[in-house]
């Protein structure tokens, strides 16, 4: 899939600076799989520890090993692998890593104190900013903002991913709702070496893109950022984004406009789907399976789609033409 990274060093002149060091997130990264029974029993502790402290960050990052036929894997092997690796915890589920540090297997996940050594000060804050280039594609603007002197100094890894903030579909585990799933690794899973800025109102920007996937539900795209010591791992700075997009034009007239929802009947479906709010306009359908392959497809004007011919289970159906795009969730239950 091609990607393009555009790197530039905006040089900010202010008249004051604060020269004061801002709060380090806390990140977490989260190693399980949609078929691991051990995950089904200790994640719903960490996700509950989560919402005791919404303040932290996480992502969820799914290995092959020690179960490949885990759907989530499936659709991003290599990136979730190489991250996997880059932590030395390939092979067994669930892991944790807090901001770059890896927390032992045997750690109770609900501890209310799971995160409480993790707090710290760094000299440099992260914003992002998503915007939709066009109707399949996704701008992530990072910039790197130096707010205090001190260390770190000169070069850090910058790992940036495309997340997808909550799946639904069962693995084989039982778990319904997968949070935080990484998407996509920007430049690299193991992180792009970056020049940090050496004074305090220096910021550097970057802009990635890239393309969605079918299978992604693009209303529920974010971006994550982890800045890191390239050597030690640990965590400098992290943010991760809203799922919010601003239109921006790139090389292009128009930004096609996307309907604002579109009313799908019965759901789940038995034989037929009802598609409400198209105005009798000529549209492109698909409709994709969990392993994100598309199982169904057409351009028509009609309202009325036949699933009667697909199996039991949870699709993604997107519909589009230039003028909108809209994807809704769907399950057929004959």
């Known amino acids: ?4 990274t555009i790197i530039i060093i905006l040089f900010i002149n202010l008249t004051v600076f604060s020269n004061a060091q801002v709060a380090r997130k806390i990140i977490v990264e989260h190693f399980t799989n949609t078929e691991c029974s051990i995950c089904t029993s200790r994640n719903p502790g960490l996700n509950a520890n989560f919402n005791l402290h919404p303040q932290v960050l996480h992502l969820s990052i799914h290995p092959s090993s020690p179960y490949a036929s885990c759907f989530l894997s499936q659709q991003n092997t290599i990136d979730n692998n190489a991250r996997a690796n880059y932590y030395g915890v390939f092979g067994g589920t669930p892991r944790i890593v807090i901001n770059g540090s890896v927390v032992s297997s045997s750690i109770n996940y609900a501890d209310t104190t799971l995160f409480s050594n993790y707090a710290g000060l760094s000299p440099f804050t992260i914003a992002i900013k998503q915007y939709a280039i066009s109707l399949d594609s996704i701008l992530s603007r990072i910039v790197i903002h130096r707010v205090a002197s001190g260390i770190p100094t000169g070069s850090a890894s910058l790992f940036v991913g495309l997340v997808e903030d909550t799946v639904f579909g069962n693995g084989g585990n039982g778990e319904l709702e ?8 920007l430049f690299t899973s193991q992180g ?8 305090i109102g220096d910021s550097l920007v970057l802009n990635m893109t890239e393309k969605y996937s079918a299978f992604w539900d693009q209303d529920r795209i974010a971006t994550v950022a982890i800045l890191q010591d390239p050597t030690g791992k640990q965590a400098i700075q992290s943010e991760l984004s809203t799922t919010a997009k601003s239109s921006l034009v790139l090389g292009v007239s128009t930004i096609p406009k996307k309907i604002a929802a579109i009313h799908v009947f019965p759901n789940p479906a038995t034989n037929n789907l009802f598609i409400e709010n198209l105005n009798n306009k000529i549209f492109t359908y698909k409709i994709i399976n969990i392993n994100g392959a598309i199982v169904k497809s057409n351009t028509t004007q009609s309202n009325e789609i036949d699933v ?13 033409n230039e003028d909108f795009s809209a994807i809704q969730k769907i399950v057929v239950l004959h």
Do not use: E, I, Q, W
């Open 178 to 185: 997968h949070f935080n799933v990484l998407r996509r690794s």
């Open 1 to 4: 899939m091609k990607k393009s």
């Open 192 to 199: 792009m070496l970056v020049t940090l800025p050496s004074n």
């Open 308 to 320: 009667s011919d697909l199996s039991n289970g949870t699709y993604t159906l997107k519909v589009f």
